[in-house]
Nanobody, 117 residues
Framework: QVQLVESGGGLVQAGGSLRLSCAAS????????MGWYRQAPGTQRELVAT???????NYPDSVKGRFTISRDNAKKTVYLQMNSLRPEDTAVYYC???????????WGQGTQVTVSS
């Protein structure tokens, strides 16, 4: 059974930092592209960051330079370091995994991040 369990969300003031973690089980972690997505109320889920098995990363302009995604294949964990947080970063953040061969996707249950102004 595949599980992605996020942690690290919470309430922070604008300008602050949070570090999200996502622990994976039930998959061969090293051959999955890992990603973080977010969804604010009334909006569509959007990409925050992805990281390949080789460590290549991708960010949209909205978070580039403020957020950093990383992974520890030995611990089967992906991280999202979020700095200089803004109220518009408020959302539920989801961890996702996509198999590089199967292209099958898995999602975590989400963790709430709230940034107060």
């Amino acid at each position: 059974q595949v599980q992605l369990v996020e942690s690290g969300g919470g309430l922070v003031q604008a300008g602050g930092s949070l570090r999200l973690s996502c622990a994976a089980s039930g998959i061969i972690f090293s051959i999955h592209v890992m990603g973080w997505y977010r969804q604010a109320p009334g909006t569509q889920r959007e990409l925050v960051a992805t990281i390949t098995s080789g460590g290549s990363t991708n960010y949209p302009d909205s978070v580039k330079g403020r957020f950093t995604i990383s992974r520890d294949n030995a611990k089967k964990t992906v991280y999202l370091q979020m700095n200089s947080l803004r109220p518009e970063d408020t959302a539920v953040y989801y961890c996702a995994a996509r198999g590089t061969i199967t292209q099958r996707e898995y999602w975590g249950q989400g963790t709430q991040v709230t940034v107060s102004s």
